[in-house]
C-alpha cells in the first residue's frame, strides 16, 4: 500500500491539473466563439457569429475583445454593397492555439471516459 | 447565396453555444478535481486530491465549497488510526453531471477537428 501510495505521488503529480487549458480559450462563450471561427476558415459575420454563439451583442463584444487582445481573433469592417459589416475570423496564432487546447481537451475526455469504462477507480484514498 | 444563409440561420441556430458546458462543472479547477475524483470512485484523500489537481489548500478548499454546494461532490471527516483524514468523493448526481458534461465536450472535439480536416471552413460571411 506503501509502494503504491508513493507512486501515485510521483509518478502522478498533477496528473490531473490540466495547465494546458488556457483560460482565454477555455470560458465557454470564448470557446463557443473559437469554434465558430475555426469551422469558417473565410470568416463570420457579427451577426451570424452572434447566433451560432447564442450571445447578445454585448457579450460577443466583449469576449471578442478579450481574443483579440490575445490575438487569437481578427475583427475587420468591410462594406458590402455600400453595407457596413463586421467580420470576424481565427487568426493563424488562434488556430494553433486552439488545436493545442484541444489535444488537452481530448486529454480530459480519455481521463473521464477511462472512468465511466471503470478502467480506474480503485486506488484507496491515502492520508492526507 | 441567400437560400445557403437562410439554411445556416435556420437550421444552424445556436450551433456552437454548447449550453450543456454547465460552467459549476467547465471551470477549469473544478474540472480538474472532478476527473480526478471519478477517475478515483473510493474517494480522494484532500492532500492526494491538491496533487493530483496542482492546487494550493486554499484555492482547492475554495472549489470544493463550490462543488459540494451544487452537491456533485462530498467532503467527510474521517480517522485514520488515529489520525484525522478528509476524504474527497464525487456524488452520484455528480457522476451523471459530469459524464453529460463529457458528452458536450466530445461534441466540441468532433466540432474542432472537422476544421482540422478541412470538413468545414468553407462558407462565406453574410451580411450582418
Chains 1, 2 share one sequence.
Do not use: W
Not at 457569429?49 to 490575438?71: S, W
Request: charged share 25%.
Amino acid at each position: 500500500m506503501q509502494l503504491k501510495k508513493r507512486k501515485i505521488k510521483s509518478g502522478n503529480r498533477s496528473r490531473f491539473a490540466y495547465g494546458g487549458l488556457d483560460r482565454v480559450i477555455h470560458e465557454r462563450a470564448r470557446l463557443s466563439v473559437l469554434t465558430s471561427l475555426i469551422t469558417h476558415a473565410k470568416g463570420l459575420a457579427f451577426g451570424e457569429l452572434k447566433e451560432f454563439c447564442a450571445l447578445t451583442d454585448g457579450n460577443l463584444n466583449r469576449h471578442l475583445l478579450v481574443l483579440e487582445d490575445a490575438k487569437l481573433v481578427s475583427v475587420a469592417k468591410h462594406h458590402d454593397s455600400g453595407r457596413p459589416q463586421t467580420i470576424c475570423r481565427i487568426t493563424p496564432l488562434g488556430r494553433r492555439r486552439y488545436l493545442d487546447y484541444l489535444e488537452v481537451l481530448e486529454q480530459v475526455i480519455v481521463d473521464g471516459a477511462a472512468a465511466q469504462e471503470g478502467v480506474a477507480g480503485t486506488h484507496r484514498p491515502a492520508s492526507n
